[in-house]
């Protein structure tokens, strides 16, 4: 029974290039949330998604930042033109419907130089 | 924003004794309130929640002790070990039941 699985687990990009996280759910979850995490603070949440919806994405940066979860495949979220400031730890959680529980994947850290 | 604060910042405890970490908040909304655990490089794991229509809720060591007049809601860890040693998160999701909104995070360190 696989978890929430995230790759790449690192990634490094210069400054203006663009990341691409993916994010597999928990099998039978369609909910998906994303999460950032700056060094020594909490998380912070981005944005939720079912599939092929955005439903809440009032934590999402206005400019570079988009996610989505495609009918089929993982869900994405992108960072167009990183600047440093990106460089954090992004979380992916899952859950089924109608059920509080959150359960975070392995994070992708992203550094960027 | 919606604000969850979590205190102490960082806590050491002798092994065997109790560790008890406090969070707090301000949105009357908030009807579900879990806690997580994180190791170094990991992401965080569900640890226990507790809805507030109960009081306190134990599993195994650990237990949620919750006050809705207050507004607060707190971790014990019974008979604390090394491997307790971690960062735990509270955390609060409201009705609307979207989001979680975490508190800053408390770093426990548990001495042998």
């Known amino acids: 029974n696989a978890g929430v699985m995230q790759n790449p687990r690192h990634l490094v990009r210069r400054r203006g290039q663009e990341a691409r996280l993916r994010c597999s759910p928990m099998?039978?979850?369609?909910?998906v949330y994303w999460y950032r995490q700056l060094p020594e603070e909490g998380l912070k949440f981005m944005v939720y998604?079912?599939?092929?919806?955005?439903?809440?994405e009032s934590g999402m940066p206005k400019e570079r930042f988009s996610a989505e979860f495609p009918k089929e495949g993982p869900s994405i979220l992108r960072i167009q033109q990183v600047v440093r400031g990106d460089s954090a730890a992004y979380f992916c959680?899952?859950?089924?419907?109608?059920?509080?529980?959150?359960?975070f994947g392995p994070g992708t850290r992203l550094t960027v130089t | 924003q919606q604000q969850v604060k979590q205190s102490p910042q960082s806590l050491i405890v002798q092994k065997g004794g109790i560790s008890i970490i406090n969070c707090a908040y301000e949105n009357t909304a908030f009807d579900y309130f879990p806690w997580y655990q994180q190791f170094p490089g990991k992401g965080p794991a569900l640890l226990i929640a507790?809805?507030?229509?109960?009081s306190e809720k134990k599993e195994g060591r650990f237990t949620i002790s919750f006050n809705k007049s207050a507004k607060q809601f707190s971790l014990h860890i019974m008979d604390s070990q090394p491997g307790d040693s971690a960062t735990y998160f509270c955390?609060?999701?409201?009705?609307?039941?979207?989001?979680?909104?975490f508190g800053g995070g408390t770093r426990l360190m548990v001495k042998p």
């Open positions: 955390a609060a999701l409201d009705n609307a039941g979207n989001m979680l909104t």
């Open positions: 959680a899952s859950s089924l419907v109608g059920q509080h529980e959150q359960y």
């Open positions: 998604l079912q599939k092929e919806n955005i439903i809440d």
């Open positions: 507790i809805r507030p229509d109960v």
């Open positions: 099998k039978g979850h369609s909910h």
